[in-house]
């Protein structure tokens, strides 16, 4: 079983839209909890930051954290075409010296 | 501020070839890392380390070397470039500060082996 499974998409919204994007993890150490940004061959970049479990609210985005599921979102509304990138979830444990990545859902949103 | 700055960009190696990736970080951050990209696989560890001196092997350390002499710089080193080593290479420095967490990642390095 892999650390962390993300759907790869391709997601394709039209601008306007509320995107759901999801994660699920096996290893209940995890306390970190990061979304990130990556356009066409750029580096990522982060987006969202949690710690352990809740809601985070940054403008159009919002991070939630569900530990007793094993579960994050990042829910992204007015959808905007310059949103259109591949999102990566990463977590890791406290204390820890590796983030495990998703493999990224690629996202588009049409004007 | 520069950030994390990754060279080259671009570099093409024959089979066999040996090369240095180059990373360095204007931040003072003692957390560096490496990590590569493959299509679908999501990014792997390679090598990291916590501060200069000190390095140590992540998930898929084969086939590469790391030093860290200075808080600065943290390079990494391919001998006998193999094909499995075509890839997108990506240099991070970890911070922590507060209520703040987060890992800053360079623009990448897309290597070829032919």
């Known amino acids: 079983q892999k650390e962390v499974e993300q759907d790869p998409g391709p997601l394709s919204v039209p601008e306007g839209a509320i995107v759901s994007l999801n994660c699920t993890y096996s290893?209940?150490?995890?306390?970190?909890f990061m979304w990130y940004r990556q356009y066409s061959r750029k580096g990522p970049e982060l987006l969202m930051y949690?710690?352990?479990?809740g809601n985070k609210e940054d403008g159009r985005f919002t991070a939630q954290v569900d530990k007793s599921s094993k579960y994050i979102s990042l829910f992204i509304r007015d959808s905007q075409p310059s949103d259109s990138a591949t999102y990566l979830c990463a977590m890791s444990a406290s204390g820890a010296n590796n983030l495990f990545f998703g493999t990224g859902t690629r996202l588009t949103v049409i004007p | 501020n520069a950030g994390v700055t990754q060279t080259p960009k671009f570099r093409i190696l024959k089979i066999g070839q040996s090369m240095t990736l180059q990373c360095t970080q204007d931040?003072?951050?003692?957390?560096m890392y490496w990590y590569r990209q493959d299509p679908g696989m999501g990014l792997k560890l390679i090598y990291y380390s916590v501060g200069a001196g000190i390095t140590d092997k992540g998930e898929v350390p084969n086939g590469y070397n790391v030093s860290r002499s200075t808080t600065e710089d943290f390079p990494l080193r391919l001998e006998l470039a193999a094909p499995s080593q075509t890839s997108v290479y990506f240099c991070?420095?970890?911070?922590?500060?507060?209520?703040?967490?987060?890992?800053?990642f360079g623009s990448g390095t897309r290597l070829t082996i032919v």
């Open positions: 290893n209940s150490a995890f306390q970190y």
């Open positions: 991070a420095s970890r911070y922590q500060t507060g209520a703040n967490y987060g890992y800053t």
């Open positions: 931040m003072n951050h003692n957390y």
């Open positions: 949690t710690y352990s479990s």
